[in-house]
């Protein structure tokens, strides 16, 4: 086998050892997230209401948890007389599946502007923390809505069965098999948290392919100065 015949198969294979690792990164993404539209039926003081709400919920990791933020693209409800500034107060629960089983509560800030009557309540963005007792794929699920103001309470839940908003694989901290979930209630952050999904994937994906590929040209240089060493 002549050198340069040798040098070439040599930066072959690591190019082909590169491409199969990235090939299996890609057939099992660690998050999947989606907007889901949500039929919510809402019990209010004046009478029952309905409305449809695309629901996002995503994730980053944070210690041994998870925190997630849950937001409504649409209202769900409205109010026949003017909410002031910081009259309304929501909160909500995030149902689990998969590996994980129970909910997570979620709660955002109050209006920060008065919210004219009869218009749509638009919902700040609601945040929790989910710690994982169990490891594996675990799917979120917007559950019931509340929205307390002026002294009332108005419930909304969905009546649609809505897919899940997020799946995520996730580690817990013990390793154990017991209790699979706890959730804590937490207010929203004011900066916007980072989405764990499809595109964080693509970006852990090409920082490991660089360096496969980096492991792979070195090793063709050792092997071609080694070669170099015995011709002499």
């Not at 990791?61 to 649409?74: C, D, F, N, P, R």
Request: with cysteine; charged share 15%.
């Amino acid at each position: 086998m002549s050198y340069r015949t040798y040098q070439k198969r040599t930066a072959a294979l690591a190019f082909a050892a590169a491409l199969a690792g990235s090939a299996v990164l890609m057939a099992a993404p660690a998050a999947q997230a989606a907007v889901v539209n949500v039929n919510y039926h809402c019990k209010t003081p004046i009478g029952d209401k309905s409305a449809v709400s695309p629901i996002d919920i995503k994730s980053v990791k944070s210690g041994s948890g998870y925190k997630l933020t849950m937001s409504w693209q649409k209202g769900v409800s409205s109010s026949p007389v003017e909410l002031g500034k910081g009259a309304m107060k929501p909160s909500a629960v995030i149902k689990l599946g998969g590996a994980g089983s129970g909910t997570v509560a979620v709660s955002g800030p109050a209006n920060a502007a008065a919210i004219p009557a009869n218009t749509p309540i638009k919902i700040s963005d609601l945040s929790g923390t989910y710690t994982p007792k169990k490891s594996g794929k675990v799917t979120f699920t917007a559950g019931v809505l509340t929205i307390k103001a002026l002294g009332t309470t108005t419930t909304c839940s969905p009546t649609n069965s809505p897919k899940p908003s997020l799946t995520l694989d996730v580690t817990a901290a013990s390793g154990g098999s017991g209790s699979s979930t706890s959730g804590t209630q937490s207010g929203s952050d004011s900066g916007q948290l980072p989405q764990t999904g499809p595109e964080d994937s693509a970006i852990a994906l090409g920082t490991l392919g660089g360096t496969v590929l980096l492991a792979g040209a070195a090793g063709v240089l050792w092997l071609t100065r080694r070669h170099q060493a015995a011709r002499r």
